[in-house]
């Protein structure tokens, strides 16, 4: 069974910095495009952050986490990572790992790991 697995959240100041990760399993990792996606308290829909292809290049990202946010893969470790730096109060969300299988189309969630950024 497919699972993607985050970790990394928590508590943390603002201005300060949090990195995530995101496991993979039961899948060809190395043939996925993944993603990162936040949903804010109270928001219903789920927010693009950051995309990255499967060799790990050309990563995109969303105007409100640029030059803030990087997504990162390590294929061996099946493994995709965001580091946050210069967190804000409106980064506090749910963080989930999206991933599109670039064969079979199929796509799946992860459950989520909190981030709360506060003083």
């Known amino acids: 069974q497919v699972q993607l697995v985050e970790s990394g959240g928590g508590l943390v100041q603002p201005g300060g910095s949090l990195r995530l990760s995101c496991v993979a399993s039961?899948?060809?990792?190395?043939?996925?495009?993944m993603s990162w996606y936040r949903q804010g308290p109270g928001k219903e829909e789920r927010e693009f952050l950051a995309?990255?292809?499967?060799?790990?290049?050309?990563?995109t990202y969303a105007d409100s986490v640029k030059g803030r946010f990087t997504v990162s893969r390590d294929n061996a470790k099946n493994t995709v990572y965001l580091q946050m730096n210069n967190m804000q109060p409106e980064d506090t969300a749910v963080y989930f790992c999206?991933?599109?299988?670039?064969?079979?189309?199929?796509?799946?969630w992860g459950q989520g790991t909190q981030v709360t950024v506060s003083s």
């Open positions: 039961a899948f060809t990792f190395s043939s996925a495009v």
């Open positions: 995309r990255i292809t499967s060799t790990g290049a050309s990563p």
């Open positions: 999206h991933a599109r299988h670039m064969i079979t189309t199929n796509t799946y």
